[in-house]
């Protein structure tokens, strides 16, 4: 604290756990829908011959390796804070965020590959079978979608093994039409197509996933909230003359942070006028921007030019 102006105050509750702690239980319900779809479908696959069942298969296991990841990176994310890690391991889930997007171009670049070799070399499948067998993979990935449609909104970790649930379930639904056509007309290319697409709809959607969790590692500003507006909201309030230092990241999701160095008027530096100031900041952020937990330093005029480089 200076005489006079306020060099830090925190609003906001504190870091208590993170948006997919909610969607625990959903996670594991649908890691062991996944597990014994995935079992399923490589017998399947080995029975029939399809390509597109194996492929299905090979999404089934990543579908698995993420699950797991994103349980694992909610357990750690959720422990308390230390003195040395202020907000604990929340960065956890992101980075299984990131780990998920690599696993789902790994397997959508694979099973292109496949896909093209099929079509160099087609291979006669089993239609009958592997109708049946996509079948039961494409209502055990619906009930997976339901049971995490709700948690992918709300975090990138959940996302990513939302839509690594989502492109199994379109990928099941591809090998059942592959299947369909191979019985109705014998045009065995359909097994290498529904690869192919397979493929495609995983590859669009991981990199808009691989973006956001970038922004979030590289600590842009958090999405939906407009730094220009915020600054501009601040400038509105009586008293104050200048922001500037103004930052704005995500920890993880569900969990933005917002500091600002805030230049005020000489009148309102004194302890009353401190603690509304402090409150009109925390009030005008709530009720414009998803940002609650902010940390505002409340300075004179000609303060800033004092402050060291590494401030800035």
């Known amino acids: 604290m200076g005489a ?29 829908i996944t597990l014994g779809v995935l079992v399923m479908e490589i017998i399947g696959g080995l029975v029939t011959g399809s390509l597109a ?20 990176a909610i357990h750690f994310a959720n422990r308390p804070p230390s003195v040395n890690r202020t907000f604990g391991l929340a960065r956890a889930e992101i980075l299984a965020a990131l780990a998920n997007c690599l696993l789902l171009l790994g397997v ?19 239609g009958g079978l592997t109708v049946v067998f996509g079948l039961i993979g494409l209502v055990a990935n619906i009930v997976s979608l339901g049971l995490l ?64 969790t970038l922004n979030v590692l590289l600590e842009a500003a958090p999405k939906g909230v407009e730094m220009n507006e915020v600054r501009a909201h601040i400038l509105a309030l009586d008293g104050v003359e200048e922001v500037h230092d103004l930052h704005a990241w995500t920890i993880t999701s569900g969990m933005p942070v917002l500091s600002a160095h805030v230049v005020v008027s000489g009148e ?45």
């Open 4 to 32: 006079g102006h306020d060099h830090g105050h925190s609003h906001g509750a504190p870091v208590t756990g993170t948006a997919a702690s909610a969607y625990r239980g959903r996670l594991r319900i649908a890691l062991a």
């Open 53 to 72: 069942l194996v492929a299905d298969a090979a999404h089934m296991a990543t579908d698995a390796v993420g699950l797991s990841m994103a349980l694992l």
């Open 108 to 126: 959508g670049g694979y099973v292109l590959y496949e896909a093209i070799q099929r079509f160099i070399t087609p291979t006669e499948i089993e």
């Open 149 to 212: 449609m709700r948690g992918q909104k709300d975090s990138l970790n959940v996302r990513g093994a939302f839509l690594e649930v989502l492109s199994d379930a379109l990928g099941s639904l591809a090998v059942v039409i592959s299947a369909l056509v191979i019985l109705g007309t014998g045009w065995l290319y359909a097994d290498p197509v529904a690869s192919l697409v397979i493929g495609l709809m995983i590859v669009p959607r991981t990199v808009k996933l691989l973006r956001e």
């Open 268 to 312: 309102v530096l004194d302890r009353a006028g401190n603690e509304r100031m402090l409150h009109d900041l925390q009030e005008c952020l709530g009720d414009h921007f998803d940002v609650e937990h902010c940390t505002f330093q409340l300075e004179p005029g000609g303060h800033a030019a004092h402050e060291g480089k590494v401030c800035h």
